[in-house]
């Protein structure tokens, strides 16, 4: 059977240059970077220079740079480390009602502390508004969090806009910038963003290891504490396997990025064009242009998402229904809720995101499966002989 791997958004399989970064790592070194022996000072030298890569890609300086666990650590450390700072006045965040689980979830554990929240809406293709963002200021809001490209339908915000607004009101700026990184430019200098998140299995590098960045002269109030680490502000042996692979990635992606977005983005292309020419009834979720290369979301009217991805797993295709981090619920996606999507309509809802590795002959297969798999699965859905006269 054929396998064809559509689900990058979710994780992407290690580049080989960066198993190979890892394996040369592994013979040769093993020491702790805190040691300060021969061997402490090898393994320090090997974290630094993966820092320097990490920054180099996002135009930041290596000591803006601190390692953790994932994205989700970064996402956390940034807005919990600025709320924490503010623990006995509490104070106003702000965010939009389409962020990734990690950022949601860590402002409505916020909210219960005392903290006031706000989230902001989208429009019909889960744009934001920076009008919104401007009204939604108050005298005590102590950070905005928005992020630069959405994990489920690949839209990418105004960020450089919405930052402008931020710095107008003296309000620090936190942007999730997971799924942007190695697909678009992501220049914290040009952004002007106070901090940052990235994660390095987004990126074809091992999971278990993302990166926050820490604006020079910020200061944020750790969340893991523990020895002297990345400067006091994560607590922690650092994971080197997966930070010298981090580095590595950054590395090729600086390198390639641009050709790979182009190649990328005729394969995302020709996938949309063929489904909506070959099956009817099907929507197209996110900006039509304002979008990243790699991701695809649309709904199949009338039929379940996650029957449609059984189907196309027992074809060898693996796809998603929206983020790895909710896959366990049968909740609609938030983000396509809260773009004003019907239910029924964002239950069947496919999300192709495209890689480095695929082919033209993926896509060719795809087109090939996919119409007959949702041919047979409307005819079994009494939604669709209603729709269409039948009984």
């Known amino acids: 059977m054929r396998k064809v791997y559509l689900d990058n958004n979710a994780t992407t399989p290690i580049h080989p240059d960066v198993q190979n970064a890892i394996m040369k790592f592994l013979a040769e070194n093993f020491g702790n970077p805190s040691s300060i022996h021969w061997a402490g000072r090898d393994a320090k030298k090997a974290l630094e220079d993966a820092r320097e890569k990490v920054a180099a890609l996002i135009n930041a300086d290596p000591s803006e740079i601190v390692f953790t666990g994932s994205g989700t650590e970064a996402n956390n450390m940034a807005i919990k480390g600025i709320a924490f700072q503010n623990i006995e006045k509490k104070g106003h965040i702000i965010t939009s009602s389409v962020e990734h689980p990690s950022v949601l979830n860590t402002c409505k554990y916020l909210e219960k502390k005392g903290f006031e929240v706000t989230y902001l809406p989208v429009d019909s293709y889960g744009m934001i508004d920076p009008g919104d963002l401007k009204k939604s200021i108050k005298k005590n809001t102590i ?177 998603s229904s929206g983020s790895a981090c909710t896959s366990g619920t049968l909740d609609p996606s938030h983000v396509l809720t809260a773009m004003g999507i019907p239910h029924e309509v964002a239950h069947g809802s496919v999300r192709f995101s495209l890689g480095r590795d695929t082919k033209e002959e993926d896509i060719d297969y795809v087109l090939e499966v996919l119409p007959p798999i949702i041919e047979k699965l409307r005819s079994y859905s009494p939604l669709y002989r209603k729709a269409k006269g039948g009984k």
């Open 143 to 319: 950070l905005i969090s928005i992020m630069m490209v959405n994990n489920e339908i690949g839209n990418i915000y105004p960020v450089k806009e919405l930052v402008s607004i931020a710095k107008e009101n003296n309000i620090p700026f936190h942007c999730d910038a997971v799924q942007a990184l190695g697909k678009i430019e992501v220049d914290v200098k040009k952004l002007g963003v106070d901090l940052l998140s990235i994660s390095a299995h987004k990126i074809y590098a091992p999971k278990g290891v993302g990166a926050l960045y820490i604006r020079k002269g910020l200061k944020i109030e750790p969340i893991i504490t523990g020895g002297h680490q990345e400067k006091n502000r994560r607590g922690g042996t650092e994971n080197m396997i997966g930070i010298v692979g981090f580095g590595k990635a950054c590395e090729i992606a600086k390198k390639e990025m641009s050709e790979v977005a182009e190649r990328v983005k005729k394969l995302r292309d020709k996938l949309e064009k063929g489904i909506m020419e070959r099956i009817p009834d099907v929507k197209l979720n996110g900006h039509p242009e304002k979008r990243v290369p790699t991701t695809l979301n649309v709904s199949f009217l009338y039929v379940e998402g996650e029957s449609i991805l059984l189907n196309l797993d027992l074809e060898g295709i693996a796809a």
